[in-house]
């Protein structure tokens, strides 16, 4: 076969344009809020561009599932955002006050973008934004980038809420705690107090001295110092399975409002029954404390085999 010779500059133009486009493909969007800004994007994910409001993608567009930004009425805030592709321009930041409504009316600020190398890629900026509105739990925060010469923009949305700030009081405590427990289950159940927006739930197998922060929005799975969030909701119960037998598990219920106070929170402790398992078939059961199934069982079992003996015998 014979040997094919490229020359210099066709070699390197086509190494270029290889690099590139990996590089390109390797990289998040073109445009987008830092995850460590104040206002987290709701996706840190690839290019969310050409339909409005926040993105063509509906998960990006729609579906408001991270965690919220919570800020006071009036509130001046810093945010940060990173361009990644090298596009001139400006950019716009806006407001809605429901879900992906309103951003035109709502313009808060346009910054012209002003690093124009592209071999400083990624270029990273800083602006104060004053939310000067009223209090509202389903905000967006919109960042759009306006090219030149293009068709189409670039979008970071962030979800956010505006709180009042003249609440300053949490609500009372959950009452009346309890803890049904079997082998690898607790059922916790609470009541309620009046003045209260929703439930938050820690859990740890040791003492809980964590506690959740005013002002701040929290997932499930989110861990609080050693203690892992494991609810987050409005109901009086919650069922947490899969657990180890014969172990010790401390939950603390926590009620905040809607302005994000959250009060000091009720420690409920939970002990699971020894599994049926262990004690060689015996039923077991629910109890409110520990070992209550377990005894049950290994009552239950001795008689089965006193009986059986007694039949035998006969």
């Not at 210099?8 to 086509?14: A, G, T, Y």
């Not at 405590?173 to 439930?199: C, E, F, G, Q």
Request: proline content about 5%.
């Amino acid at each position: 076969m014979p040997k094919i010779f490229l020359p210099v500059s066709r070699f390197l133009s086509i190494v270029f344009f290889t690099v590139g486009v990996v590089y390109v493909n390797a990289i998040y969007a073109h445009a987008k809020f830092m995850v460590d800004s104040a206002t987290p994007p709701r996706y840190d994910s690839a290019s969310i561009k050409t339909s409005p409001p926040c993105g063509s993608d509906a998960q990006f567009s729609s579906i408001r599932t991270h965690r919220k930004a919570i800020f006071q009425t009036g509130e001046t805030i810093t945010v940060n955002w990173v361009e990644t592709v090298e596009h001139g321009g400006s950019y716009v930041f806006d407001f809605s006050l429901s879900p992906e409504q309103g951003f035109d009316t709502n313009v808060l600020d346009i910054v012209p973008d002003e690093q124009n190398d592209r071999a400083s890629i990624p270029h990273h900026y800083s602006h104060d934004i004053t939310l000067d509105f009223p209090a509202c739990d389903s905000c967006t925060l919109r960042m759009r980038q306006d090219m030149e010469n293009a068709q189409n923009y670039y979008y970071s949305c962030a979800d956010v809420v505006i709180v009042s700030g003249s609440d300053v009081t949490p609500p009372a405590d959950v009452r009346a705690t309890s803890a049904s427990v079997s082998a690898d289950t607790v059922v916790l159940s609470w009541i309620n107090p009046l003045d209260y927006k929703a439930i938050l739930v820690l859990k740890n197998k040791q003492a809980i001295t964590d506690t959740p922060a005013d002002r701040n929005d929290y997932l499930i799975g989110d861990m609080i110092g050693a203690s892992q969030v494991i609810y987050k909701g409005t109901a009086a119960s919650f069922v947490d399975n899969a657990l180890d037998a014969e172990t010790a598990y401390t939950y603390k219920i926590f009620a905040y409002d809607a302005d994000y106070n959250y009060n000091a929170g009720v420690t409920q402790v939970a002990v699971t029954n020894r599994s049926p398992d262990d004690i060689g078939g015996g039923t077991g059961g629910e109890g409110t404390t520990g070992g209550g199934g377990a005894i049950f069982g290994m009552l239950l079992l001795l008689l089965r085999r006193g009986y059986r003996q007694y039949i035998v015998k006969k």
